[in-house]
């Protein structure tokens, strides 16, 4: 079964990082990913552009109302996802435990309804 591990962080943490701290950041992922891949569990994955980026676009009385940012203001923004394929949920939440983001973010563990 499919599940995608959202990630959410404070977007501005990143730049309060020092180089090292940053390349440390960046090999944690890279060898989470690898794990991922080594276990038979990653279909894709990728890293968004900040939440400033974001267009929202919202229909009300059949009119289309778009609005630069994110949907939502929070602490934390969404700031990548990861979609796997694995046998159950507790698989989904093991693999959720072991991400870098779950140690300074929040991992929203979601089953995919297939189509």
Same mark, same amino acid.
């Given at each position: ?5 959202? +990630?959410?962080? /404070?977007? /501005?943490?990143?730049?309060?990082? #020092? ?26 994955? /990728?890293?968004?552009?900040?939440? #400033? #980026?974001?267009? #929202? ?20 923004? +969404?700031?990548?996802?990861? +979609?796997?394929?694995?046998?159950? +949920? ?26």
């Amino acid at each position: 079964m499919q599940y995608l591990l959202m +990630l959410y962080a /404070n977007e /501005n943490g990143w730049s309060q990082m #020092t180089p090292a701290e940053q390349a440390q950041g960046v090999a944690a992922y890279a060898a989470y990913t690898q794990a991922l891949k080594a276990g038979g569990a990653l279909v894709g994955s /990728n890293r968004l552009q900040n939440s #400033t #980026t974001a267009t #929202t676009v919202h229909v009300a009385d059949g009119k289309s109302q778009v609005l630069d940012g994110p949907y939502v203001d929070s602490k934390e923004q +969404l700031g990548g996802y990861y +979609l796997i394929d694995v046998p159950d +949920l507790d698989a989904a939440l093991a693999w959720a435990a072991r991400c870098p983001g779950a140690s300074h973010g929040t991992i929203e563990v979601r089953p995919v309804w297939s189509m």
